[in-house]
């Protein structure tokens, strides 16, 4: 099923149409229809059930920025993690509700890098690939200090030390660690 940018969380439906029925579009910069068939930023604007995806994860946009697949072997190594591991022991479900609210924030920083690219490689040299060795490793407790100094070192870097974290947010476990935040809609 094809999605279209009407659909999208970054386009402006309700703001002032350009050229007739175009919107802007807050990730592109531009004005398109909202018949336009959806870019790969498409991030589904789901109002029904008061969830909105909040944006990319750290994870995602440095394998974006290094060009590697969606279904990369980092990326699909850490979403079993988080499924398989982390959201079976309720003693995590804190470090995803905090990932849920600082990641996408995190990741708008790094996307507005000056060199994307290098910023990019450094998270994976750094973080990623060695929280992956230690995954497959079975070194769980190692695998979660290291994506805890990644996030520690990243809050530090842009400033979002300060942050304040809503532990009593209701995310449905199932939501967890996949960018959505509750939204109250009007």
């Not at 309700?14 to 004005?31: L, S």
């Not at 790969?40 to 990319?56: L, T």
């Not at 022991?89 to 924030?105: F, R, S, T, V, W």
């Not at 990243?154 to 300060?162: H, V």
Request: charged share 25%.
């Amino acid at each position: 099923m094809a999605n279209f940018c009407g659909e999208c969380a970054l386009y402006d439906i309700k703001g002032t149409p350009k050229w007739g029925n175009e919107h802007y579009c807050n990730k592109k910069g531009k004005y398109y229809p909202p018949t336009r068939s959806a870019c790969s930023d498409f991030i589904k604007n789901n109002v029904k059930e008061g969830y909105q995806k909040a944006g990319c994860y750290i994870t995602t946009i440095v394998c974006n920025v290094l060009g590697y697949a969606d279904d990369c072997f980092i990326l699909t190594t850490l979403r079993e993690f988080r499924e398989n591991y982390l959201k079976q022991n309720p003693e995590y479900l804190p470090l995803l509700i905090e990932y849920d609210q600082i990641g996408p924030k995190i990741s708008e920083n790094i996307l507005n890098e000056q060199d994307v690219y290098i910023t990019a490689l450094e998270i994976a040299r750094n973080f990623l690939v060695p929280c992956v060795s230690a995954i497959l490793d079975e070194l769980y407790d190692e695998a979660i200090d290291i994506y805890k100094n990644m996030v520690m070192y990243l809050k530090l870097k842009y400033q979002l030390i300060r942050t304040t974290v809503d532990y009593k947010v209701d995310t449905p476990i199932e939501n967890l660690g996949k960018g959505r935040l509750r939204t109250l809609y009007n």
